[in-house]
């Protein structure tokens, strides 16, 4: 699976859109994108995935780059309650087990 | 609907003492998987299940054994515990198709002195 970078840590203000990047310069044409995050001695909770078009739903928008090697999740509108580790996650979709690995992420702290 | 449940929530082990891990989910997912977090770190994968009746090892089995006997039940045993095994231990589950995003449980805190 493809290596992904992600930066230890973000700051984002109350009530504006968080804009978290992820490098995936390996990705393979087959390879999808996932977004987890991690709010604190929770449970990893999905939160979007893509291919190669950009994709939103009810919690984020996620922008993946034409060529591939880049991602930015997008939190549009930031609440307190969108603290937590962010984890960038590249991996092959077939009908196996989906065996994730999980980096450090992304520490993204919401401000008042 | 209670997603994915594990318990208990928190344990206390002396090294040496066996125990087992309940994961449970009513999702009818095929796949359930178990992982550890240890401090600063990320999960890795332990062993996971493609179905009831079947195991594979993940990235770090040993001292971990896991038995699928149901299909919305997992267990994760440590036979013999060490402390090296004081961790986080997480369960998630999910479906049997190609993009299938997995569910997880809100952990086990284990404490091995």
């Known amino acids: 699976d493809a290596k992904t970078t992600q930066p230890p840590s973000m700051d984002c203000a109350e009530g504006r859109a968080a804009n978290l990047p992820c490098n995936h310069s390996t990705i393979s044409g087959n390879e999808y994108v996932y977004w987890y995050r991690q709010i604190h001695s929770q449970g990893p909770q999905y939160i979007i995935h893509g291919l190669k078009n950009n994709e939103t739903n009810e919690m984020a928008s996620l922008i993946i780059t034409e060529d591939r090697k880049s991602s930015t999740l997008i939190l549009p509108h930031a609440t307190l309650r969108d603290t937590a580790v962010y984890y960038c996650?590249?991996?092959?979709?077939?009908?196996?087990?989906?065996?994730?690995?999980f980096g450090q992420g992304t520490r993204l702290t919401i401000n008042p | 609907n209670a997603g994915v449940t594990q318990t208990p929530k928190f344990r206390v082990l002396k090294t040496g003492q066996s125990m087992t891990l309940l994961c449970a989910q009513d999702m009818n997912h095929e796949y359930m998987y178990w992982y550890r977090q240890d401090p600063g770190m990320g999960l890795r994968l332990i062993h996971y299940s493609v179905g009831e009746g079947t195991t594979a090892k993940g990235e770090v089995p040993d001292g971990y054994n896991v038995s699928r006997l149901k299909k919305q039940n997992f267990l994760l045993g440590l036979e013999s515990a060490a402390p090296s095994q004081t961790s986080v231990y997480f369960c998630?589950?999910?479906?049997?198709?190609?993009?299938?995003?997995?569910?997880f449980g809100d952990g086990t805190r284990l404490s091995i002195l």
């Open positions: 998630a589950s999910s479906y049997n198709r190609q993009v299938q995003p997995q569910h």
């Open positions: 996650i590249v991996r092959v979709a077939s009908g196996g087990a989906q065996k994730l690995v």
